[in-house]
Protein backbone atom coordinates (compact mmCIF):
# COMPACT_ATOMS: atom_id res chain seq x y z
CA UNK A 1 0.00 0.00 0.00
CA UNK A 2 1.17 3.31 -1.27
CA UNK A 3 2.55 5.90 1.55
CA UNK A 4 0.48 9.08 1.87
CA UNK A 5 2.64 12.10 3.26
CA UNK A 6 1.47 14.93 5.03
CA UNK A 7 3.12 17.53 2.68
CA UNK A 8 1.90 15.81 -0.39
CA UNK A 9 -1.50 16.08 0.75
CA UNK A 10 -1.31 19.39 1.73
CA UNK A 11 0.68 20.59 -1.53
CA UNK A 12 -1.91 18.93 -3.53
CA UNK A 13 -5.19 19.95 -1.64
CA UNK A 14 -4.01 23.57 -1.03
CA UNK A 15 -2.99 24.08 -5.09
CA UNK A 16 -6.19 22.96 -6.18
CA UNK A 17 -8.05 24.87 -3.82
CA UNK A 18 -6.26 28.27 -4.87
CA UNK A 19 -6.65 27.34 -8.37
CA UNK A 20 -9.86 26.68 -8.15
CA UNK A 21 -10.81 29.43 -5.62
CA UNK A 22 -9.54 32.60 -7.57
CA UNK A 23 -8.04 35.67 -6.08
CA UNK A 24 -9.09 37.80 -3.73
CA UNK A 25 -9.26 41.69 -3.17
CA UNK A 26 -5.23 42.30 -1.20
CA UNK A 27 -3.08 45.03 -0.52
CA UNK A 28 -0.10 42.93 -1.83
CA UNK A 29 -0.25 41.29 -5.58
CA UNK A 30 2.26 39.09 -4.34
CA UNK A 31 -0.47 37.63 -1.01
CA UNK A 32 -3.84 37.45 -3.09
CA UNK A 33 -4.95 35.07 -0.52
CA UNK A 34 -4.33 37.40 2.45
CA UNK A 35 -7.12 37.41 4.24
CA UNK A 36 -7.13 33.40 4.17
CA UNK A 37 -3.51 33.14 5.04
CA UNK A 38 -3.85 35.55 7.74
CA UNK A 39 -6.23 32.76 9.40
CA UNK A 40 -4.08 29.94 9.04
CA UNK A 41 -1.16 32.22 10.22
CA UNK A 42 -3.31 32.47 13.87
CA UNK A 43 -4.28 28.89 13.49
CA UNK A 44 -0.79 28.17 13.70
CA UNK A 45 0.08 30.34 16.62
CA UNK A 46 -2.47 28.98 18.38
CA UNK A 47 -1.01 25.37 17.90
CA UNK A 48 2.42 26.52 18.29
CA UNK A 49 1.46 28.07 22.12
CA UNK A 50 -0.08 25.31 22.86
CA UNK A 51 2.12 22.67 21.99
CA UNK A 52 5.10 22.67 20.21
CA UNK A 53 6.61 25.74 21.71
CA UNK A 54 6.31 23.83 25.18
CA UNK A 55 7.53 20.91 24.04
CA UNK A 56 10.40 22.63 22.37
CA UNK A 57 11.32 24.88 25.78
CA UNK A 58 11.07 21.41 27.56
CA UNK A 59 13.70 19.44 24.99
CA UNK A 60 16.03 22.31 25.31
CA UNK A 61 15.33 22.53 28.85
CA UNK A 62 16.31 18.54 29.54
CA UNK A 63 18.84 17.80 26.93
CA UNK A 64 22.17 19.46 26.83
CA UNK A 65 23.61 21.55 24.09
CA UNK A 66 25.57 19.17 22.65
CA UNK A 67 23.11 16.40 22.76
CA UNK A 68 20.51 18.64 21.00
CA UNK A 69 23.75 19.92 18.51
CA UNK A 70 24.56 16.29 17.71
CA UNK A 71 20.57 15.51 16.77
CA UNK A 72 20.62 18.43 14.98
CA UNK A 73 23.87 17.32 12.88
CA UNK A 74 22.42 14.38 11.97
CA UNK A 75 19.46 15.51 10.68
CA UNK A 76 21.25 18.45 8.26
CA UNK A 77 23.48 15.22 7.60
CA UNK A 78 20.36 13.54 6.33
CA UNK A 79 19.14 16.26 4.48
CA UNK A 80 22.47 16.67 2.40
CA UNK A 81 20.93 13.83 0.42
CA UNK A 82 18.23 16.02 -0.77
CA UNK A 83 20.54 19.04 -1.46
CA UNK A 84 22.96 17.53 -3.41
CA UNK A 85 19.58 15.34 -5.65
CA UNK A 86 18.25 19.06 -6.14
CA UNK A 87 22.15 20.66 -6.94
CA UNK A 88 21.89 17.90 -9.79
CA UNK A 89 18.66 18.67 -11.25
CA UNK A 90 19.88 22.37 -11.49
CA UNK A 91 23.16 21.31 -13.30
CA UNK A 92 25.32 22.10 -9.98
CA UNK A 93 27.51 18.81 -10.32
CA UNK A 94 29.99 20.39 -8.32
CA UNK A 95 28.20 21.75 -5.47
CA UNK A 96 26.09 18.16 -5.82
CA UNK A 97 29.52 16.50 -5.72
CA UNK A 98 30.76 18.60 -2.62
CA UNK A 99 26.95 18.02 -0.86
CA UNK A 100 27.43 13.82 -1.57
CA UNK A 101 31.18 14.25 0.06
CA UNK A 102 29.65 16.01 3.15
CA UNK A 103 27.04 13.02 3.27
CA UNK A 104 30.12 9.95 3.39
CA UNK A 105 32.69 12.10 5.25
CA UNK A 106 29.95 12.44 8.22
CA UNK A 107 28.27 9.30 8.01
CA UNK A 108 31.78 7.57 8.55
CA UNK A 109 33.86 10.10 10.36
CA UNK A 110 30.69 11.76 11.75
CA UNK A 111 29.74 8.82 12.97
CA UNK A 112 26.32 8.78 11.16
CA UNK A 113 26.21 12.29 11.36
CA UNK A 114 26.77 13.00 14.69
CA UNK A 115 29.20 15.17 14.48
CA UNK A 116 29.81 18.05 11.30
CA UNK A 117 33.49 17.10 10.55
CA UNK A 118 32.92 18.16 7.05
CA UNK A 119 31.96 21.89 8.19
CA UNK A 120 35.14 21.38 10.60
CA UNK A 121 37.45 20.68 7.35
CA UNK A 122 35.76 23.57 5.32
CA UNK A 123 33.45 21.84 3.29
CA UNK A 124 30.37 24.25 2.60
CA UNK A 125 26.87 22.96 3.35
CA UNK A 126 24.43 24.58 1.07
CA UNK A 127 20.41 24.91 0.88
CA UNK A 128 18.38 23.02 -1.52
CA UNK A 129 14.94 21.84 -2.07
CA UNK A 130 12.43 21.03 -4.97
CA UNK A 131 10.69 24.34 -4.64
CA UNK A 132 14.04 25.90 -5.27
CA UNK A 133 14.95 23.65 -8.64
CA UNK A 134 11.48 24.91 -10.22
CA UNK A 135 12.46 28.49 -9.46
CA UNK A 136 15.37 27.54 -11.10
CA UNK A 137 14.19 26.70 -13.86
CA UNK A 138 12.25 29.58 -14.40
CA UNK A 139 8.77 28.97 -12.09
CA UNK A 140 7.17 31.62 -11.30
CA UNK A 141 6.27 32.09 -6.99
CA UNK A 142 2.76 31.76 -7.59
CA UNK A 143 1.01 33.20 -4.93
CA UNK A 144 2.51 33.70 -0.85
CA UNK A 145 0.63 30.47 0.86
CA UNK A 146 0.62 30.39 4.40
CA UNK A 147 0.51 26.23 5.41
CA UNK A 148 -1.47 24.78 8.01
CA UNK A 149 1.72 23.48 10.40
CA UNK A 150 4.43 23.75 7.80
CA UNK A 151 4.23 27.42 7.29
CA UNK A 152 4.55 30.14 5.05
CA UNK A 153 5.19 28.90 1.52
CA UNK A 154 4.11 29.69 -2.18
CA UNK A 155 2.00 28.13 -4.79
CA UNK A 156 5.76 26.95 -6.46
CA UNK A 157 7.04 25.97 -2.82
CA UNK A 158 4.00 24.30 -1.93
CA UNK A 159 4.21 21.86 -5.42
CA UNK A 160 7.32 20.76 -4.32
CA UNK A 161 6.85 19.63 -1.31
CA UNK A 162 5.61 15.98 -2.73
CA UNK A 163 9.07 15.66 -4.60
CA UNK A 164 11.11 17.05 -1.34
CA UNK A 165 9.21 13.84 1.07
CA UNK A 166 10.05 11.62 -1.29
CA UNK A 167 13.64 12.27 -2.10
CA UNK A 168 13.73 12.51 2.11
CA UNK A 169 16.03 9.63 3.52
CA UNK A 170 13.44 9.45 6.79
CA UNK A 171 10.91 9.08 4.24
CA UNK A 172 12.47 5.44 3.82
CA UNK A 173 12.46 4.24 7.71
CA UNK A 174 10.78 1.00 8.58
CA UNK A 175 8.81 1.05 10.61
CA UNK A 176 6.59 3.84 10.28
CA UNK A 177 6.77 3.98 14.28
CA UNK A 178 10.30 4.89 13.86
CA UNK A 179 10.24 6.85 10.58
CA UNK A 180 7.06 8.78 12.44
CA UNK A 181 9.27 9.34 15.71
CA UNK A 182 12.10 10.58 13.85
CA UNK A 183 10.11 13.60 12.08
CA UNK A 184 8.66 14.59 15.22
CA UNK A 185 11.77 14.66 16.80
CA UNK A 186 12.88 16.70 13.99
CA UNK A 187 9.97 19.23 14.64
CA UNK A 188 10.91 19.65 17.98
CA UNK A 189 14.46 19.79 17.36
CA UNK A 190 14.11 22.72 14.73
CA UNK A 191 11.47 24.56 16.90
CA UNK A 192 14.06 24.74 19.51
CA UNK A 193 16.69 26.16 17.48
CA UNK A 194 13.93 28.76 16.88
CA UNK A 195 12.88 30.08 20.04
CA UNK A 196 15.54 32.80 20.31
CA UNK A 197 14.57 34.00 16.85
CA UNK A 198 11.05 33.91 17.95
CA UNK A 199 11.38 35.94 20.72
CA UNK A 200 13.29 38.58 18.98
CA UNK A 201 10.11 38.55 16.28
CA UNK A 202 7.70 38.96 19.19
CA UNK A 203 9.27 42.06 20.02
CA UNK A 204 10.19 43.89 16.87
CA UNK A 205 7.30 43.22 14.60
CA UNK A 206 4.69 45.65 14.68
CA UNK A 207 2.95 43.01 11.79
CA UNK A 208 4.29 39.65 12.66
CA UNK A 209 2.24 37.69 9.74
CA UNK A 210 3.72 40.52 7.24
CA UNK A 211 7.07 40.25 8.80
CA UNK A 212 7.31 36.72 8.25
CA UNK A 213 5.80 36.86 4.88
CA UNK A 214 8.08 39.27 3.55
CA UNK A 215 11.02 37.52 5.03
CA UNK A 216 10.05 34.48 3.78
CA UNK A 217 9.54 35.70 0.01
CA UNK A 218 13.23 37.69 0.25
CA UNK A 219 15.21 34.68 1.54
CA UNK A 220 13.65 32.57 -1.11
CA UNK A 221 14.60 34.87 -3.72
CA UNK A 222 17.76 35.42 -2.01
CA UNK A 223 18.44 31.41 -2.02
CA UNK A 224 17.18 30.66 -5.69
CA UNK A 225 19.86 32.76 -7.33
CA UNK A 226 22.67 31.57 -4.82
CA UNK A 227 22.83 34.87 -2.75
CA UNK A 228 22.96 37.00 -5.99
CA UNK A 229 19.83 37.77 -7.13
CA UNK A 230 19.28 39.99 -9.77
CA UNK A 231 18.12 43.80 -9.34
CA UNK A 232 14.41 44.24 -8.50
CA UNK A 233 13.49 46.96 -10.28
CA UNK A 234 10.63 47.77 -8.29
CA UNK A 235 12.43 48.75 -5.78
CA UNK A 236 15.17 51.12 -7.58
CA UNK A 237 14.39 54.58 -6.80
CA UNK A 238 13.89 56.70 -10.48
CA UNK A 239 17.28 57.74 -12.15
CA UNK A 240 18.87 60.94 -11.21
CA UNK A 241 18.14 62.29 -14.88
CA UNK A 242 14.48 62.33 -14.33
CA UNK A 243 14.77 64.10 -10.93
CA UNK A 244 16.84 66.80 -13.17
CA UNK A 245 14.21 66.41 -15.74
CA UNK A 246 11.39 67.22 -12.82
CA UNK A 247 13.43 70.15 -10.98
CA UNK A 248 13.97 71.92 -14.28
CA UNK A 249 10.77 74.06 -14.70
CA UNK A 250 11.16 74.95 -11.06
CA UNK A 251 14.57 77.10 -12.16
CA UNK A 252 13.17 78.05 -15.45
CA UNK A 253 12.94 81.94 -15.80
Excluded at 23 to 44: H, I, K, L, Q
Excluded at 228 to 238: G, I
Aim: charged share 25%.
Amino acid sequence: MARTSLPGCIAGSLVGFFLLSGSSTAADPRDPFESFNRGVYRFNEQLDRAVLKPVAEGYRKVLPEFVRQSVSNVFSNLNDVRVGLNNTLQGKFTTAYSDFGRVMINSTLGVLGLFDIASEAGIEKHDEDFGQTLGWWGVGNGPFLMLPILGPSTVRDTAGLGVDYFTDPVTYVDPSRSQNQLMGTRIVDRRAELLDAKKVLDAAALDQYEFLRDAYLQRRRNLIYDGKPPVDKSMMLPPPEAEVTLAAPVHAK
